[in-house]
């Protein structure tokens, strides 16, 4: 039964549910990137380089027969991928740089000692006593 409870406690722990969600608003941020470079980015940059469809650029190493199917290099594919990867890195950077920001401002901010304890004023006055006599 030991280790059921020490897994437990592994998997209700904070980081392991934050890192859960994240993993899943990452997938879902991936698929909007995907969506914004395939759908947003590239037709008009094809455009602008002659209707060219990115996703149809490929080298084919092999040409289809009756058995198999046509091989390929889906260089545009490639493209709109790396394109994606640099949109979600940026996003990553960006996102990582204000939590460090968020983190520097608050060990910049200078800490207020606790007030004095009602023992730790009285020890005080005391010593203050001693002193003077």
Partial sequence: MGMIKEFQDFAV???VVDMAVGIIIGGAFG???KSLVSDIIMPPVGIMMGGIDFSEIVITLQEATADTEAVT???????????????????????VKGMNNLK???????????????SEVL???????????
């Avoid at 020890?123 to 003077?132: F, M, N, Q, T, V």
Wanted: aromatic share 8%; net charge positive.
């Fill in 13 to 15: 722990k904070g980081n």
């Fill in 73 to 95: 290099m889906n260089i545009g594919m490639f493209i709109n991928n790396v394109i994606s990867f640099v949109i979600v890195a940026w996003a990553v950077f960006m996102l």
């Fill in 123 to 133: 020890l005080e006055e005391i010593r203050d006593s001693l002193k003077a006599r």
């Fill in 104 to 118: 520097k401002k608050e060990e910049a901010a200078p800490a207020t000692p606790p007030a004095p304890t009602k």
């Fill in 31 to 33: 698929t909007i990137v």
